[in-house]
């Protein structure tokens, strides 16, 4: 209750208050090491990530589900 009233982010993923580094993604905040990719659950710790359908995935990910270009050949 205190946390709500001070304003602390509560992470979407673990929903315990965000102390220190708040990731703000999806609408929702997350703590960095909780803000992963959705296939692979690796934290993105800042890294550029792709959004599709409320879900953050990695480039490689996003790529493999979703993407139109080819790695080999683009
Ligand atoms: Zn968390
Ligand atoms: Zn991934
Ligand atoms: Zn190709």
Excluded: Q, S
């Amino acid at each position: 209750r205190c946390h709500d009233l001070l304003g602390t982010p509560i992470c979407g993923a673990c929903r315990r208050p965000v102390e220190d580094r708040v990731v703000h993604a999806l609408g929702k905040a997350w703590h960095v090491e909780h803000f992963v990719c959705a296939k692979c659950e690796k934290p993105f710790y800042g890294h550029r990530y792709y959004e599709r359908k409320g879900l953050a995935y990695c480039e490689t990910h996003y790529n493999e589900l979703y993407g139109d270009i080819c790695f080999e050949c683009n």
